[in-house]
């Protein structure tokens, strides 16, 4: 990789600027559905390193050519809450940003036990799962080309058969609901840009019901950080890994009572799983401003900037 060079200022030494940036720039996971809600979708998913798949099983990105003397913005997104409300959906998530380079948050997942019509997941990065309830079966977001996968299609069987789609993945679509159990979520993808190989946005599962699903059971989010909905002692819907991007997964209609005649235990969603931005470079470390929490790890002759929460800048 060719260096560039600047002078310094006030008498400092000169900047060995980056010719190229390699950059893995991940969003902030969207929040499940809430009742047998879908999963939430994965946080858009950038990728320039070496010649691994970008999000939606995309080619590579360009690396970043930076230029001396420029702050470039560096934000690292939230993931959305999950839903704890009926009649909503889960909290899409936030963008993350390097320069010019914008992954989308996560879609969040749609409601499902309370479903009205005409209601529609959350678009995104990957797409949140669809919700079904009340005879209405509602539908799942879609995912952004060059980050990431639709959520999964609900299943609107009979009564306890009725379950969420799971939330799109970076390498792949939400799974359907099926039968009681609701649709795992899409994988994600992964990448060696750290120096080891690291999945990340994944999708997160939607929910199912207990009636037909059965107690201490669990609905796997996407690898990669995806949250996974369970039906135990807790039953809710996990939240997705920080700093992968997952989405939130659904929460189960569990029982208090037995049968039909039990009381319906509402419980919250999962929230989305934080986003990540990567760079790594060979050169001088940047000035890196207050409001970003990061390390420095060096590979050979590259540095490896890892930023894993806030806003700021970064300057040669």
Known sequence: MRLSTIAGVAG???IVVPESIEYLVIAGGGGGGLVRGGGGGAGGYRNSYAS?????NSSTESPFTPSGGVAYTVTVGAGGAGTQEADKTGVAGNNSVFASITSLGGGGGLVGGNLSGGLTADSGGS????????GVLGTYGSGTSGQGYRGGIANNGFDAQTTGGGGGGAGAVGQTGNLGSGGAGGAGLYSSIT????ARGGGGAAGGDERQWGSNSTISGGVGGGGSSRSDSSPSGLPGTVNTGGGGAGSFLPWTGSGVDGSIVTNPAGAGGSGIVILRFTGDTPTISAGLTYTETAIGDETLLEFTAGTGTVTW
Do not use: F, K, L, M
């Not at 797409?127 to 009340?134: D, E, K, L, Q, T």
């Not at 120096?195 to 690291?198: A, C, K, L, M």
């Open 12 to 14: 400092q030494a000169g």
């Open 52 to 56: 691994e798949t970008s999000g939606g």
């Open 127 to 134: 797409g949140g799962g669809a919700g079904a309830g009340n």
């Open 195 to 198: 120096g080891s190989s690291v």
